[in-house]
């Protein structure tokens, strides 16, 4: 596992582990990294600080630290998992129109309700300036089936 210090295009820095460097390059060429602030996909790697190596007892403490992170993140990618079935349980699937209709419900013209669907970046930024409130959900982790 391998931790990146990252950072959107709109000025946002966050931290995100992968599996490998490999991991991180492939999942950014394909658009699965993306801002826990603003869900952006305009993420690139922030300058870091170099790994100082240690002694064999401090680095024998440092898988501990590893797993305890690898265990952390289980833990966020099974609620966000949560999050997503609870929205999916409990909301209306508005497909590709879902700027349209979080308009209409914004401004009354239709029943105000939980919806979720798509949206494209152009489309949420659009949203966010006229203020209607929304959030991102991270895409499905993929399986390795």
């Not at 394909?30 to 993420?43: A, F, N």
Request: net charge negative; charged share 35%; glycine share 8%.
């Amino acid at each position: 596992m391998i931790l990146y210090d990252l950072k959107c295009h709109r000025g946002h820095a966050f931290e995100a582990w992968f599996l490998n460097g490999g991991a991180y390059d492939s999942q950014q060429a394909s658009g699965d990294v993306l801002c826990p602030h603003c869900g952006t996909t305009g993420v690139s790697k922030a300058p870091m600080a170099p790994n100082i190596a240690r002694s064999r007892s401090e680095s024998s403490q440092d898988h501990g630290s590893e797993y305890r992170a690898q265990e952390v993140a289980e833990k966020i990618l099974k609620a966000v998992d949560g999050l997503r079935a609870e929205i999916e349980d409990n909301c209306d699937f508005v497909g590709d129109e879902f700027a349209e209709e979080a308009r209409r419900i914004h401004y009354g013209e239709s029943e105000k309700r939980g919806i979720y669907g798509e949206a494209t970046e152009e489309e949420a930024e659009e949203l966010d300036d006229e203020g209607v409130e929304f959030f991102r959900l991270p895409t499905p982790r993929r399986r390795n089936d």
